[in-house]
C-alpha cells in the first residue's frame, strides 16, 4: 500500500502525523511519502519540499507565489505517478491539492481529501470541482459534512484530533506551574498566527494591544507562543519594535498558553479551535491583503469567519477583522473578558458543548473511512478524464 500525503502547513501536519500511524494499523506494510512538516517525517513520511512550500494565503498573496506552486504540484504529480500511489491524500491546501487530487484520480489512483475547504462559506460553486477531484471527503465539522451530503458527495464527519487530544476538564494550575506562573496571575495569550504572513499583519497590532492592556492593567502577564523557529525570530524583531513589559515569548507550547490563560486574543483559524478545546475565552481578529478582503465581501456566505461562531451558528466569541481590528478596540474586548466573568464564563460553558461534539476519535475514524474507501470497488468509468 503506498500512500500518497500532502499537508500544507503546521495543522496539516498534525492531521497528518495523527493519521499516518491510524493508517498503519490497518495496512501495516504502507509506505508513505509526498509533502509535510517534521512531525509526518517523524512518523515514517518521506517529504519531497519543505512543509511552509504551501503556506500562502489569500487570493493576491498566492497569486505572487503561483509560479512556484505550480511547479511543485506538477513534480508532485510526476512523483507520485513514477512511485505507484494508490492512494492519494490531500490534507488541507485546497487551493492546491484538489489540483493534484484531480489530475492524479484521472490516471486510476483513489483521492481522498482531509479538511474540507470552506465551500459552503464561500465560492460554492467550487462543489462541482471537488466531485470531480476526490472519492471521499473527510471533514472536521458536522455542519460540513451536511453540505456535502446535500450534494450528493461522499463524505464521512470524522471530528478533531485535537478534541480527542485535550482533555475535557483543562488543569490551568499545572500549566501555569509548567510556565513559570502563579495561580493568582492574570494572564493573557496572544497567538497572531503560524505563518508569517499572518504575523506580519497581525503581529504589531496584537502587541501594541498588550501594551495598552497593559496601561490598565499593570500586574498582566503576557504569553506569546512562536508556532516554529522562523516565527520565534519574527516575533521577536516584532517585540523589539513594540516592547511589552511582563510578556514570555514561547517556542511552541500553545497548548499550554492557552490552557493558562485568563483570555486570548488570537488569529482566525484552526487555533480558534484550540483554544476553545482548552476553554480559554477568546477575541478573534484577521486581516488579510485589502484586494482580498474587498473581494471576499462578494463571495462569503456566512455571517462569521471564527469556528466557535460557525459551530455554535452565533455569535459566541468577538470578531474584529480588517479596519475593525484596531489595537484599541481589541483592547476593549479583552478588557470585557478580564473585567466581567460572567461573559467569559459564558463562553467556557459554550466551549465544553463544542468539544463533545468533536470527539470522535478522529484519525482512527478517518483510517476507517479511508479503509473502507480502499476495499469499495468503483462503479465503470469513475476515474474516466472529466
Known amino acids: ?21 491510524a493508517l498503519r494499523e490497518r495496512y501495516p506494510d504502507a509506505e508513505f511519502r509526498g509533502l ?28 505572487k507565489h503561483l509560479p512556484k506552486l505550480l511547479k511543485v504540484r506538477k513534480h508532485l504529480y510526476q512523483d507520485a505517478l513514477a512511485w505507484g500511489a494508490d492512494l492519494m491524500l490531500g490534507i488541507d491546501a485546497p487551493d492546491f491539492n484538489l489540483g493534484l487530487e484531480k489530475k492524479l484520480r484521472q490516471q486510476g489512483v483513489k483521492t481522498v481529501h482531509y479538511v474540507s475547504p470552506s465551500v459552503w462559506a464561500w465560492r460554492q460553486g467550487r462543489i462541482k470541482g471537488i466531485k470531480q477531484s476526490c472519492d471521499l471527503m473527510l471533514t472536521l465539522l458536522p455542519f460540513e459534512a451536511d453540505f456535502y451530503h446535500q450534494h450528493q458527495m461522499p463524505v464521512a464527519f470524522v471530528g478533531h484530533p485535537t478534541a480527542d487530544r485535550l482533555p475535557m476538564q483543562p488543569d490551568k494550575a499545572a500549566a501555569r506551574q509548567a510556565l513559570g506562573l502563579s495561580e493568582q496571575d492574570r494572564v493573557v495569550s496572544l ?24 496601561k490598565q492593567n499593570p500586574d498582566l502577564h503576557f504569553l506569546l507562543p512562536a508556532a516554529t523557529p522562523a516565527r520565534h525570530q519574527q516575533l521577536q ?10 510578556l514570555t515569548l514561547l517556542n511552541g507550547q500553545a497548548d499550554l498558553a492557552l490552557q493558562a490563560a485568563d483570555a486570548c486574543l488570537l488569529a482566525s483559524g484552526t487555533v480558534t479551535l484550540e483554544a476553545l ?9 484577521y486581516q488579510v491583503a485589502p484586494l482580498t478582503w474587498w473581494l471576499g465581501q462578494f463571495l462569503l456566505k456566512t455571517p462569521w469567519v471564527s469556528l466557535p461562531n460557525l459551530l455554535a451558528r452565533k455569535e459566541l466569541v468577538t470578531e474584529r477583522l480588517q479596519e475593525a481590528a484596531t489595537p484599541e478596540q481589541l483592547a476593549k474586548d479583552v478588557q470585557v473578558l478580564l473585567n466581567q466573568p460572567e461573559v467569559a464564563e459564558q463562553q467556557r460553558q459554550a466551549f465544553y458543548q463544542l468539544h463533545q461534539q468533536l470527539q470522535q476519535n478522529a484519525s482512527q475514524t478517518a483510517a476507517a473511512a479511508i479503509q473502507e474507501l480502499m476495499q469499495a470497488e468503483k462503479p465503470d468509468g469513475q476515474n474516466s478524464p472529466s
Open 191 to 214: 497567538l497572531p498566527g503560524s505563518r508569517g504572513g499572518e504575523v506580519s499583519r497581525l503581529g504589531g497590532g496584537f502587541l501594541q494591544t498588550a501594551q495598552l492592556l497593559q
Open 1 to 21: 500500500m503506498k500512500i500518497y500525503l500532502v499537508a500544507g502547513e503546521l495543522s496539516g501536519d498534525l492531521l497528518g502525523a495523527a493519521l499516518i500511524p
Open 237 to 246: 524583531e516584532l517585540l523589539n519594535l513594540h516592547p511589552v513589559n511582563n
Open 277 to 285: 478545546f482548552c476553554k480559554c475565552p477568546m477575541v478573534v481578529s
Open 36 to 63: 509535510g512538516g517534521e512531525k509526518m517525517q517523524a512518523e515514517g513520511l518521506t517529504s519531497l519540499y519543505p512543509l511552509e512550500t504551501l503556506s500562502v494565503m489569500g487570493l493576491v498573496e498566492v497569486l
